[in-house]
């Protein structure tokens, strides 16, 4: 297989861009958008940036020093202003699903129910899809890698968010015959009471949403990215929430957790305070003592586990890198293989009152916390990415885990549908 670089190249040199178009124009999109135009990649174009308010989606171009993007209403007018080298936007995110010579839809939006909506259309419209919406992938995530895989395009979490990360450090690591028995984030502190208000003052200094801070600071976006993890590469959790145990370099985490729960099938977990701060780590096992001599002398340890990290994550960035190889290659960079193995589901953040409306990611009423999708499911568990919107039946006291019995779910959701779809794909195990 040619290498990426080469590809790119390669469509750069004849003209033959990879187009790409973006969905959302939030902060991860505005910061997609200048990193693809502001120089432009060789071989990649953004041809389109699609919003639900337009001006947001035309600002991701004049951001990028581009200016005069042209509105386009419909799949023929998009095509045409591709056709001229002209730079679009449109408030249909379906648009670029159904038009000719579009080749991969990236996801920015962060939603469940708009984003299922958009994967749907672009699977069937022959679309490589490019998440960077843990939201959706840790909730419906192995339902739309089945349609996607049945389709013949490419569905894949991106590259610079941890979990793509991680995945590219073992996949390198498995082609060196070492074995990956755990992996997972580095994290800075958890807080599960934090909310939109006290994630204000700090959302506002980062240019950031107060609900997406929030989902960062109460552990809610740890729990998506370690089961996007799971879900590619079949390693569980020890215990509900992972062991989060405090390290003070992330080199320390292999002799924090279990050896019999790795050794037994592999684990994601996360190590907390520790440096280098940010990245993600694998975990491997060597057995053989020999190999062991080998490694020590090489500043690795005595082992039998040695820890491998990537002390950078960079979304926006390394988001490229996804897109090419999804488009070029038909290479996932990290997608469910399978069944579910881990959910993230949604627990009360304070003492909830019969009637409340469930506020969803980031909000005042829940946190999400990741367990082994068996334990999910057979306990009832309402996913986090499915709890926005639910009506509770009943009274519950902070730190409950809500089951479908104790909400009212709203009418008529996609997401719910796949959802259904989705367990009877995929029978707990």
Do not use: W
Not at 107 to 135: C, F, Q, Y
Not at 180 to 196: E, F, H, Q, T
Request: aromatic share 6%; proline share 7%.
């Amino acid at each position: 297989m040619t290498a990426i670089d080469a590809l790119l190249m390669e469509r750069h040199r004849e003209g033959r861009p990879v187009q790409v178009a973006l969905v959302g124009a939030g902060a991860i999109a505005r910061m997609i958008a200048l990193q693809l135009l502001a120089p432009p990649i060789p071989g990649l174009r953004l041809a389109v940036v699609a919003n639900r308010t337009a001006e947001k989606a035309a600002r991701c171009f004049s951001g990028a020093g581009q200016a005069d993007p042209l509105p386009v209403r419909t799949a023929a007018e998009l095509m045409a202003a591709m056709g001229e080298g002209r730079a679009a936007f449109t408030d249909d995110a379906f648009l670029p699903c159904e038009a000719d010579g579009i080749d991969v839809i990236v996801d920015a939006t962060g939603t469940v129910e708009h984003g299922a909506a958009v994967a749907l259309r672009a699977i069937s419209g022959g679309k490589h899809l490019v998440l960077v919406n843990a939201e959706l992938d840790a909730t419906l995530g192995p339902i739309l890698r089945l349609k996607a895989s049945q389709a013949g395009t490419v569905f894949t979490n991106t590259d610079g968010d941890e979990p793509g990360v991680a995945m590219t450090l073992i996949r390198y690591l498995r082609t060196l015959g070492l074995a990956p028995v755990a992996a997972g984030n580095l994290k800075g502190m958890i807080d599960p009471y934090r909310n939109p208000e006290t994630q204000r003052e700090f959302a506002a200094r980062a240019g950031q949403n107060p609900r997406i801070i929030t989902s960062f600071a109460d552990g809610t976006k740890l729990a998506l990215e370690e089961t996007i993890l799971a879900n590619a590469t079949g390693f569980g959790v020890g215990r509900r929430g992972m062991y989060g145990p405090r390290c003070a370099h992330v080199r320390e985490i292999a002799a924090h957790l279990p050896v019999e729960q790795m050794l037994a099938g592999g684990l994601v977990d996360y190590a907390l305070g520790a440096e280098p701060h940010t990245g993600a780590f694998v975990v491997v096992h060597e057995p053989h003592p020999e190999k062991r001599r080998h490694l020590a002398y090489l500043k690795m340890g005595d082992g039998p586990f040695y820890v491998f990290y990537t002390p950078y994550h960079l979304p926006h960035v390394q988001v490229a890198s996804t897109i090419a190889r999804a488009a070029l290659q038909q290479d996932p960079t990290v997608a469910p293989a399978g069944p579910p193995v881990c959910e993230v589901l949604a627990v009360a953040k304070r003492d909830l009152r019969a009637g409340e409306v469930l506020d969803g990611v980031g909000g005042f009423t829940c946190y999400g916390t990741i367990d082994n999708a068996g334990t999910t499911v057979a306990a009832g568990c309402v996913p986090m990415g499915l709890s926005e919107g639910c009506v509770l039946r009943r009274d519950l006291g902070k730190d409950a885990a809500l089951t479908f019995d104790d909400v009212e779910v709203p009418s008529g959701r996609l997401a719910d549908r796949l959802y259904a779809e989705q367990r009877a794909a995929f029978p707990p195990r």
